[in-house]
């Protein structure tokens, strides 16, 4: 057997190990893409709750909460009213001044019924969720550094052009995407989040 054959065998284990290594390699950051994908669709799934949990809690009590707390009790054990909003036209004399603007409309809210929040804000049925758990970010994987972490949130108000405004914002500060940043120039790429400190809206960073 010839030196170059010897070398050429011996070389055989290597390039198997090699080959090996970059399909383990690749492999992996596809199951971490996956994995990453499910966590953060879970993550978008639980802000869209409390998303709609806040805003049903401002129509109520005029202002956002940033007690989770205070949310779940809302959620679990307050209702809200069920009103039915009535466009009434009326017609105006020829001999009234007003005439040359058309017809008035008087608009009449009447309180039809009370409905508990669980069952009226929200599109699935919701009613044996965990609530206990609803400050905590849904991890996919496993984490022993991540149980439990909470979402971070805020609500106050904020003046703008001398108006005070309601504003909020909740974040996933601990997302398994460890190229999240809210250091990004780029929105989507920041922690998962919705609304804002400093402007009124309740979109999503997803959307």
Same mark, same amino acid.
């Given at each position: 057997? $010839?030196?170059? %054959?010897?070398?050429?065998? /011996?070389?055989?284990?290597?390039?198997?190990?090699?080959?090996?290594?970059?399909?383990?390699?690749?492999?992996?950051?596809? &199951?971490?893409?996956?994995?990453?994908?499910?966590?953060? #669709? %879970?993550?978008?799934?639980?802000?869209?709750?409390? %998303?709609?949990?806040?805003?049903?809690?401002?129509?109520?009590?005029?202002?956002?909460?940033?007690?989770?707390?205070?949310?779940?009790?809302?959620?679990?054990?307050? /209702?809200?009213?069920?009103?039915?909003?009535?466009?009434?036209?009326?017609? +105006?004399? +020829?001999?009234?001044?007003?005439?040359?603007?058309?017809?008035?409309?008087?608009?009449?809210?009447?309180?039809?019924?009370?409905?508990?929040?669980? $069952? /009226?804000?929200?599109?699935?049925?919701?009613?044996?969720?965990?609530?206990?758990?609803?400050?905590?970010?849904?991890?996919?994987?496993?984490?022993?550094?991540? #149980?439990?972490?909470?979402?971070?949130?805020? /609500?106050?108000?904020?003046?703008?052009?001398?108006?005070?405004?309601?504003?909020?914002?909740?974040?996933?500060?601990?997302?398994?995407?460890? $190229? &999240?940043?809210?250091?990004?120039?780029?929105?989507?790429?920041?922690?998962? +989040?919705?609304?804002? %400190? $400093?402007?009124?809206?309740?979109?999503?960073?997803?959307?």
């Amino acid at each position: 057997m $010839t030196k170059t %054959r010897i070398f050429s065998i /011996s070389l055989i284990p290597i390039i198997l190990i090699l080959g090996w290594l970059l399909y383990d390699g690749i492999a992996s950051k596809i &199951r971490l893409a996956e994995a990453i994908a499910a966590d953060e #669709q %879970r993550v978008i799934a639980k802000l869209k709750i409390i %998303r709609d949990a806040e805003k049903a809690y401002l129509t109520k009590y005029g202002s956002y909460t940033n007690s989770f707390d205070t949310l779940i009790n809302f959620i679990t054990s307050d /209702s809200l009213y069920i009103t039915e909003k009535t466009e009434i036209i009326i017609t +105006r004399d +020829r001999n009234d001044p007003l005439f040359y603007k058309g017809d008035s409309i008087r608009i009449e809210i009447d309180t039809i019924g009370i409905e508990p929040v669980i $069952t /009226s804000v929200f599109e699935t049925n919701l009613t044996d969720y965990n609530w206990d758990k609803l400050a905590v970010i849904p991890r996919f994987v496993s984490d022993p550094n991540n #149980q439990d972490k909470k979402f971070e949130i805020f /609500s106050d108000k904020i003046e703008k052009s001398g108006v005070n405004i309601d504003v909020i914002e909740v974040i996933d500060k601990y997302p398994l995407d460890e $190229t &999240r940043s809210d250091e990004s120039e780029i929105p989507k790429r920041k922690f998962l +989040r919705f609304g804002s %400190r $400093t402007e009124v809206t309740t979109s999503g960073n997803w959307e």
